[in-house]
């Protein structure tokens, strides 16, 4: 038998019961605002993810951005020699396919990379 949950907790998940604050000026809370709008979150949320997303990565945008460019390169490049090596020709929409599927993993690669060193 499953025990009682606890009041507020939502199945499956630690209750939230800590709290952090912050001041932000009117512009900077208007930017905020406008990102969890954007989001569909709200304030509280986005900002929660935000700050746990960037915990878990371990890395600034900075780091983060070269990161994945470079994943991306490597990506290319692996991609790219693999079918010259074994004598495929790839065509234009072949080589375009190849760098939208790259783009759309790159980050999440190069995250994937900064979690896993942190272990």
Same mark, same amino acid.
């Given at each position: 038998?499953?025990?009682?949950?606890?009041?507020?907790?939502?199945?499956?998940?630690?209750?939230?019961?800590?709290?952090?604050?912050?001041?932000?000026?009117?512009?900077?809370?208007?930017? /905020?605002?406008?990102?969890?709008?954007?989001?569909?979150?709200? =304030?509280?949320?986005?900002?929660?993810?935000?700050?746990?997303?960037?915990?878990?990565?371990?890395?600034?945008? =900075?780091?983060?951005?070269?990161?994945?460019?470079?994943?991306?390169?490597?990506? !290319?490049? /692996?991609? /790219? &020699?693999?079918?010259?090596? =074994?004598?495929?020709?790839?065509?234009?929409?072949?080589?375009?396919? &190849? /760098?939208?599927?790259?783009?759309?993993?790159?980050?999440? !690669?190069?995250?994937? !990379?900064?979690?896993?060193?942190?272990?």
């Amino acid at each position: 038998m499953e025990p009682p949950a606890k009041r507020g907790a939502i199945r499956g998940r630690e209750a939230r019961n800590q709290t952090l604050s912050t001041k932000l000026t009117e512009t900077e809370y208007r930017v /905020v605002e406008q990102a969890s709008s954007t989001d569909g979150k709200t =304030t509280g949320e986005w900002l929660r993810d935000l700050t746990l997303r960037s915990l878990r990565s371990g890395a600034n945008d =900075t780091e983060l951005i070269a990161l994945s460019e470079i994943v991306g390169v490597s990506l !290319l490049l /692996v991609n /790219v &020699l693999r079918s010259l090596g =074994t004598g495929q020709r790839m065509s234009a929409e072949g080589f375009d396919k &190849l /760098v939208d599927e790259i783009g759309a993993t790159k980050y999440d !690669l190069a995250t994937k !990379l900064i979690a896993d060193r942190r272990r």
